[in-house]
């Protein structure tokens, strides 16, 4: 089966501690995504790739980090600068940058303690 | 920037009543358009889209939406509630960011709650 797949899909982790969210896809596609949705507000981008070895700052980028080395991997590193990192982590992926249609994996929802 | 308004953060309905989720968006130029669902601790999916082809786009689950340039709105609807169908929806503007992406703004959700 093609899809998205995010790993774990529950993370606890203590404040002042890095944390690195898996997003893998099988789909052979081009662009992915990150989000984050805090209850209320919706998703907002943290940050996109268009192709590997290249990824942009979304809307809200400060305290996360990124690598794209793999086409099907696209990593979240979440890191002690993230002042309020505690939220519903989802990414996406989609064919190509020109697609207007982005398709989710099941997501991770990460709790700093 | 596009911006999204989903009007109502929750929506309640009987089964089998009929469903309207409100969403407007600001944009200059003819947009793509989306609905997505959501069900509990699950990612999103695509219900429809508009891409400017016709202006009633039917999507899954018996749910469709209209596309009204002049009110700028893209209202959800559904004839008969389903208790499957209570979950949050979010709609979404697509528009072209600097590299040539096109990047979903996404409205803040709508819960829709279904009695029996």
């Known amino acids: 089966d093609g899809g998205i797949t995010q790993s774990p899909k529950y993370l606890f982790r203590k404040e002042g501690q890095n944390v690195t969210l898996s997003c893998e896809q099988n789909?052979?596609?081009?662009?992915m995504y990150w989000y984050r949705q805090d209850p209320g507000q919706g998703l907002r981008l943290i940050y996109y790739?268009?192709?590997?070895?290249?990824?942009q700052k979304g809307d809200i980028a400060e305290g996360y980090s990124v690598s794209r080395e793999k086409k099907e991997s696209f990593p979240l590193t979440v890191t002690s600068a993230q002042k309020n990192p505690t939220a519903f982590y989802l990414c996406?992926?989609?064919?190509?940058?020109?697609?207007?249609?982005?398709?989710f994996g099941p997501g991770t929802r990460l709790t700093v303690l | 920037a596009q911006s999204v308004t989903q009007l109502g953060s929750h929506v309640s309905v009987s089964e089998g009543a009929l469903v309207l989720l409100r969403c407007n968006y600001s944009?200059?130029?003819?947009?793509?358009l989306f609905w997505y669902v959501q069900y509990p601790n699950q990612g999103l999916q695509l219900l429809l889209k508009?891409?400017?082809?016709?202006?009633l786009v039917k999507g899954i689950n018996g749910f469709e939406a209209e596309f009204k340039k002049s009110e700028t709105s893209f209202h959800l609807t559904k004839p008969s509630a389903h208790m499957s169908d209570a979950a949050e929806y979010f709609c979404a503007v697509s528009e072209l960011r600097s590299g040539g992406s096109y990047i979903p703004t996404f409205g803040r959700g709508t819960s829709l709650i279904v009695h029996p």
């Open positions: 996406a992926s989609s064919p190509n940058r020109g697609s207007d249609t982005q398709y």
């Open positions: 789909l052979n596609h081009d662009a």
């Open positions: 944009s200059s130029v003819p947009p793509y």
């Open positions: 508009y891409t400017s082809a016709a202006t």
């Open positions: 790739s268009q192709i590997v070895n290249d990824f």
